[in-house]
């Protein structure tokens, strides 16, 4: 575990850097907002089709495969971020398409390696555990990230680059739970077993409809901001303060998912959820700031139970695949609260397209009704 807590500090670290300036950089080296949501879409698109092959390749050729693999191409990716002089779309396209391809092989093949370093009956806590080690190192290198960027321009991908080269190291370190041999894996076995676990299938079918809801909440919500009033400076400090409240949420909810199956607990999120969304729609300024703070947290409250259930039902050597599943279905939904969504606030307004986006929590509850008997 403590090369576990490593990778989480420093790839945390490296993530705080990035991802508040890569944008407001290539805004400043002239790239126009269409270009800008070209990339952007070149970006999940490759995520999107690549998500479940690389979970598949995880398991067929193990974690120190998939891992080395995704901290290599991020690396290349920053370094090509670092020489975007001039203004050039396709290096761009090039360097966004390589970060997708590092984080689809990242996705799942991490999770993995938690549940084989980890008993089972302690996967959930240490991935709360990590949750908050890496909320805090990415708070840490969001702030680093600002004075960087602002003193020192694109030289923030550089330290981007040289925090990255020691996961190269940890990564070659993992033993290669390859869990089952090339010549006996079977992709329709994995799916088949999948299938078979209601459980699974029922929490997998359940992220779309939360990332339908919450995706829309952390992509509409600095509109809304703007249309009651508040300005964009109230957008980051929400989304700050929302990141310090996950820290202590993370600490407060592994204390209490511990009283609750894993039904209850999710119940009762998605429930809370939904009563925030409609205080959210009131459109009061202090009530509203609140509400969506406390929103944006609340995927990755539930992510470390749905992680748990699957770590639970779904044998070792389809580990990789069935979390890349659940991620692309994930994906989905966001990508279809995106287009149903933004066509519903263009007509009827964002406070009802916010109500009707928690009809996605409506759905997900059901579903968790659904499951039986989690935790047993």
């Known amino acids: 575990m403590k090369d576990i807590k490593k990778f989480t500090i420093i790839k945390g670290i490296a993530s705080g850097l990035y991802i508040p300036i890569w944008i407001l950089y290539l805004t400043d080296l002239g790239y126009s907002l269409v270009e800008i949501g070209l990339i952007g879409a070149v970006y999940e698109t490759v995520k999107f089709i690549t998500e479940v092959p690389f979970g598949v390749l995880g398991d067929k050729y193990g974690i120190r495969f998939s891992l080395t693999n995704s901290v290599l191409l991020a690396t290349i990716t920053w370094v090509m971020f ?14 966004v398409s390589l970060w997708a391809l590092s984080e689809s092989f990242f996705s799942g093949s991490f999770e993995t390696w938690v549940s084989k370093e980890t008993s089972q009956a302690a996967f959930s806590d240490e991935m709360y555990k990590i949750g908050k080690i890496s909320v805090a190192s990415m708070l840490i290198g969001s702030l ?30 993992i033993s290669n739970c390859k869990l089952v041999g090339e010549d006996k894996f079977s992709l329709q076995s994995g799916f088949r077993l999948i299938l078979s676990s209601v459980k699974v299938r029922l929490i997998i079918i359940s992220g779309f409809f939360t990332a339908l809801t919450y995706d829309t909440i952390s992509n509409f919500y600095p509109a809304y901001f703007k249309n009651i009033g508040l300005d964009s400076r109230y957008t980051a400090i929400s989304f700050t303060i929302a990141a310090i409240l996950l ?41 509203s700031f609140v509400c969506n703070s406390l929103l944006l947290t609340f995927e990755d409250l539930r992510n470390p139970i749905v992680l748990d259930i699957i770590n639970k039902e779904i044998s070792d050597e389809y580990k990789n695949t069935t979390y890349s599943v659940n991620a692309i279905v994930n994906s989905i939904g966001e990508i279809v609260a995106g287009i149903i969504f933004g066509f519903i606030a263009q007509i009827y ?28």
């Open 82 to 95: 670092f020489v975007l002089v001039p203004k050039n779309i396709i290096l761009v396209i090039c360097a």
């Open 144 to 173: 680093l990230g600002g004075f960087i960027y602002y003193y020192y321009n694109r030289y923030a991908f550089l330290i981007v680059v040289i925090l990255l080269l020691p996961l190269v190291n940890i990564s070659l370190k």
């Open 247 to 287: 820290f202590f949420l993370l600490i407060f909810s592994q204390k209490i998912s511990k009283l609750y199956t894993d039904r209850k607990y999710l119940i009762i999120i998605d429930s809370i959820g939904i009563l925030l969304i409609m205080i959210l729609s009131l459109g009061v300024k202090v009530s």
């Open 349 to 376: 307004g964002l406070s009802i397209m916010f109500l009707l986006a928690a009809l996605g929590l409506v759905a997900s509850i059901f579903l968790y009704s659904k499951i039986g008997n989690p935790n047993t």
